[in-house]
């Protein structure tokens, strides 16, 4: 139905930047709202940033802002995550995801979304 896969990944050193795209096929037409999530070693998947269709409205996890932003591009079918200021502790398999019509502030949880990429790896070295 809805079809999203994750790119950009890779490994860098701490202190280095990526940015990460997830591009949306299949059925994409409707209000969906877009997140990024990530998922460390050892840990379970954590609420990374959100961004409703229009993208007027944003909201990125307090311990990631001023490092992470995340954009959007309709005419592209793409979603997109700035990442700035790499940690180690940013290790982890980032994954995109999409559900139409979220409600406010539910976009924090990873139960709330019917659609997910496959990931891309991210390793940051010391």
């Known amino acids: 139905q809805v079809q999203l896969v994750e790119s950009g990944g890779g490994l860098v050193h701490t202190g280095d930047s990526l940015r990460l795209s997830c591009a949306a096929s299949?059925?994409?037409?409707?209000?969906?709202?877009m997140s990024w999530f990530r998922q460390p070693p050892g840990k379970e998947r954590e609420f990374v940033a959100a961004?409703?269709?229009?993208?007027?409205?944003?909201v990125v996890v307090d311990s990631l802002k001023g490092r992470f932003t995340i954009s959007r591009n309709n005419a592209k079918n793409t979603l997109n995550l700035q990442m700035n200021s790499l940690k180690p502790e940013d290790t982890a398999v980032y994954y995109c995801?999409?559900?139409?019509?979220?409600?406010?502030?539910?976009?924090?949880?990873?139960?709330?979304?019917?659609?997910w990429g496959q990931g891309t790896q991210v390793t940051v070295s010391s």
């Open positions: 299949g059925r994409t037409s409707g209000n969906f709202y």
């Open positions: 961004i409703s269709w229009s993208g007027s409205s944003t």
């Open positions: 995801a999409a559900q139409r019509d979220m409600y406010s502030g539910s976009y924090y949880y990873t139960r709330n979304y019917a659609y």
